[in-house]
C-alpha cells in the first residue's frame, strides 16, 4: 500500500485513470488498485491541508466530503 500525494488536482486526476483505464479497479476515498492488486490513495494535497484545518467543522465537512468520493475531487 502507498499514498500518491499529488499536487495539482490534474496530476493526481492523471495517474488515477491511468491505473484505472489499465486494468485497475477504483475503490472508495481516493483508493485505487492496479492490474497487479497494488492499492494506491491518490490523494490531491490540498485535501491534506483541508482536513487538518484548525476549524475543526470545515475539516469534518472535508471529510464527509470525501467519505462519499471514490476519485477524489477539490471543487
Not at 1 to 26: I, R, T
Request: proline letters at 5%; one cysteine or more.
Amino acid at each position: 500500500m502507498s499514498l500518491l500525494k499529488h499536487d495539482p488536482q490534474e496530476e493526481m486526476g492523471h495517474y488515477w485513470n491511468k491505473f484505472v483505464e489499465d486494468g485497475g479497479e477504483a475503490g472508495p476515498c481516493g483508493w485505487v488498485k492496479d492490474k497487479f492488486g497494488l492499492s494506491r490513495q491518490a490523494v490531491p494535497s490540498r485535501l491534506i491541508d483541508l482536513i487538518s484545518d484548525p476549524d475543526t467543522e470545515k475539516a469534518a465537512r472535508t471529510a464527509q466530503a470525501m467519505y462519499k468520493m471514490s476519485k477524489l475531487d477539490i471543487a
